[in-house]
């Protein structure tokens, strides 16, 4: 089979068929299937994309188990020789999809590549082209820095802000919103790490297949509408709370130890003081953002 799609819904039933039916289309002559697990939404989505979409194979959860657990559900079942990883709150355009399996397959040592992501205001994404958050990048997003100095190569290097967002390159990572991954390599890393609830999953995956040889390529030609916060929205203070208990994971999993592990408290109190940050600012702010 030539690709399985995974979706992962929440809550989130006029995005996710929209979402469905944007991608239809760009299937046409692919051998392919789709999973949409759901995590116990109230909303109606599963009667609805039963309803509209009888031949895509919907996974309904009897809890929310995550992002993580939830592609894993579907993860563990697919037989595509790609993968595509979509949120349910995205739109993918005309002509994407072909892109990005040409490019996996043409890149060299390529084991994932991700689409140009818009917002729909057509403000990129930032999250589509990142650098791994090592200590010294992590203080810099934390701190503001790479706000204030985007030009700026050593102080900007998360989201590449220096770099121009329409030449193609290698990354250390891209969203989990849409990413195209060879599945054979997804595959020898044992999927995504359930540990991680939402949020970092996708940087840890891409984390442990760079550690294997494999590259990742960021494909500006490939572009993906992210509406991004559908499910979020509906509630964003246990969202922020895993958002930055996700950046600790991540950092003691992958940075805590040599030189590292003496800098572990230092960066769990920036964590700590960044999500009271948030909170205030959404609160002087009338606001409910996750990452602002």
């Given amino acids: 089979m030539d ?45 609805a994309i039963k309803r ?29 020789e790609n993968i595509f990883l979509l949120n349910p709150d995205t739109e993918i355009q005309p002509g994407a999809l072909t892109t990005l399996r040409t490019a996996l397959r043409s890149l060299p040592d390529a084991v994932v590549v991700g689409p140009k ?60 919103a849409a990413l195209l991954f060879k599945a054979d390599a997804f595959r020898s890393i044992g999927f995504f790490d359930e540990d991680f609830f939402m949020y970092g999953d996708d940087l840890d995956v891409c984390f442990r297949l760079k550690a294997r040889g494999g590259r990742v390529y960021y494909v500006p030609s490939a572009v993906v509408l992210h509406i991004k916060g559908g499910t979020t929205r509906q509630r964003p203070r246990p969202m922020l709370r895993e958002f930055h208990r996700s950046m600790w994971l991540f950092y003691r ?26 909170i205030a600012w959404n609160g002087l702010k009338g606001r409910q953002i996750v990452s602002p």
């Fill in 117 to 176: 992501v818009l917002r729909p205001d057509g403000r990129l994404d930032l999250a589509c082209r990142r650098s791994f958050p090592s200590p010294w990048v992590a203080l810099a997003r934390l701190s503001g820095l790479s706000r204030v100095f985007p030009r700026a190569r050593w102080l900007a290097s998360y989201n590449l802000t220096y770099q121009d967002p329409d030449i193609p390159s290698e990354i250390d990572c891209g969203t989990g």
């Fill in 3 to 47: 690709l399985s799609v995974v979706i992962v819904n929440t809550q989130t039933r006029d995005l996710v068929l929209a979402c469905l039916r944007h991608l239809l289309p760009q299937l046409q002559g692919l051998s392919h299937e789709v999973f949409v697990v759901d995590n116990a939404s109230t909303d109606g989505s599963v009667d």
């Fill in 253 to 278: 999993k992958h940075y805590a130890h040599g030189p590292g592990l003496l800098l572990a408290p230092a960066v769990w109190l920036g964590i700590r003081a960044r999500h009271g940050f948030v």
């Fill in 52 to 80: 509209e979409f009888p031949q895509f194979r919907v996974i309904a959860n009897n809890q929310n188990r995550g992002f993580a657990r939830a592609n894993n559900q579907a993860l563990r079942l697919v037989t595509g």
